[in-house]
């Protein structure tokens, strides 16, 4: 019922949005470009955003102004999202977990273990295939300018998770994605959809008992290994994060500012995807210094979660799209 309002809303208002002229000011005042994001400066998306301030003001000049609100200091995601379609913000970098309800292509990010690692997700973005799902929500006043990657996901709990079956019964901080709430499912554990600065109290006081998938970086900077006692190496799925604008705000952009504005996106995405690595590397080693335990799966071990999510793959498998699976699939085997 929600998402159907949230449609009808859109439907009525993106044709005043598509013919509304943004409010940019005269020559001698910056246009001012709001980048909200919900994860702390020391991540990968976070240096990101720091990065693109730097270069675009550099190169622009006063031409420009970019405003940053990191760790949902502005906005949380969902509430960013509606903001970035009303052109209150301008920019945003949300986990793609968080745009399947305005693309079902995307959720393709979403499905278990389809990607063998962050090489893979490289190729499939690359081509054409995953490129045009950067353009498959400007009906709704999104358009997708990169991707940024952050790594692969791990789960995180107060018991250890080395088979499917110690997943049963556990309360699973998700994101709001329906397939990653059905790979919860899969394994008879409770996803519980919570927005990223909740997780911390969450699992604080019991309302999750941990989360079923993010990155080390996103992990250690939130200090999540203070409040779980566990954490798996799964490598289940991806965290890649879209780079996303208003698309009638850039699409009336001066020319020269858009096309200097797209080099200075292609060269922090060249450096946000180079970093992701070595911030993850070092979080991890941050995680495995603390309290927490990280474990890693034996061959059989990963065999067996393969086995237990591969319903979900088969469940998706229509809406997303048997071809779009199948290209995701071959980027595997370069």
Known sequence: MLKNTV?????????????????????????????SHVVANDTPKGQGAKLFKHLAEQRLGDRVRVEIYPSSS?????????????????????SVAKLGEYSEAIQVFDLPFLFDDMNAVTRFQQSSAGQDLLVSMTNLNILGLAYWHNGMR???????????????????????SDV?????????ALPRKMSFSEVYQGMQTGVVDGQSGNTYSNMATQNWQDVQRYVTET????????????????RRLPADIRTTLEDVIDEVSKQVNADARRLNEKARQTIADSDAEVLTLT???RAA????????????????????IHTAQQANHP
């Open 154 to 176: 791990q789960m995180s709990a107060n018991r250890p998770l080395v088979t499917p079956g110690m997943a049963r019964g556990l309360k699973l901080r998700v994101e709001p």
């Open 299 to 301: 061959p059989e071990q």
């Open 7 to 35: 449609f009808l809303l859109l439907a009525l208002t993106l044709p005043w949005l598509a013919q509304a002229q943004p409010q940019f000011a005269s020559d001698s005042s910056p246009i001012v470009i709001k980048f």
């Open 180 to 188: 990653l709430s059905s790979e919860v499912t899969a394994v008879h």
């Open 235 to 250: 490598n289940s799925g991806v965290v890649s994060y879209m780079l996303i604008t208003n698309a009638a705000f850039w």
């Open 305 to 324: 979660w393969q086995a237990a999510e591969a319903p979900v793959l088969r469940a998706y498998r229509d809406q997303i799209g048997a071809d779009l």
């Open 74 to 94: 502005l906005y949380n995601d969902g509430i960013g999202l509606n903001a970035l379609i009303t052109g209150d913000i301008q920019l945003m970098a949300p």
